[in-house]
């Protein structure tokens, strides 16, 4: 019964927190913001940046996605023995998968480009980038960060 709880007490923390999340993404950025920026557009004289890139704006995109990634490996040193398997490349494929339910790139952005009308074949190319990127983030991290009993065996942890 006390495991029942718990999945449910998860389950109703996914539901109000979609809708916490949902509810910013539409009334602020859907609304507000989005009418912000199309005013501010209109309003000023803009130059953008459009593919390809100059190297300025692709290296701030990798040092900041670094950013990100010191962040899964944190997260990754923190829960790693809780992980089930028994290599860390198992370990790895699971964490990256349990990140990968954690974005919009597993399931809710293929599901919205299908129901706005892209063809399914453009929806699988679109999506296979997201597919591939968290397990392989997560194999490498895994394979990178060392087990947790070695930092016990010399007393860091």
């Known amino acids: 019964m006390a495991q029942g709880a718990t999945y449910l007490r998860i389950a109703t923390s996914a539901v109000l927190a ?6 910013i993404h539409v009334f602020y950025g859907q609304n507000l913001a989005a009418k912000f920026v199309s005013t501010a557009f209109k309003a000023r004289h803009w130059i953008t940046a459009h593919q390809p890139y100059p190297p300025f704006i692709f290296y701030s995109a990798f040092a900041t996605a670094i950013v990100r990634m010191l962040g899964f490996g944190v997260i990754y040193s923190l829960i790693q023995d809780r992980l089930p398997g028994r290599s860390r490349a198992v370990k790895g494929l699971v964490y990256g ?6 974005t919009d790139d597993f399931l809710r952005l293929p599901a ?14 679109q999506s296979a980038e997201g597919w591939a990127i968290y397990p ?6 895994a394979l990178v960060v060392r087990p947790k009993d070695h930092l016990r065996r010399i007393r860091c942890v």
């Open 18 to 23: 979609a809708i916490i999340a949902f509810s």
């Open 97 to 102: 998968l349990l990140i990968m339910f954690c």
């Open 112 to 125: 919205m480009n299908l129901l706005v009308g892209n063809p399914i074949d453009v929806v699988l190319v």
């Open 136 to 141: 392989l983030i997560g194999l490498t991290i």
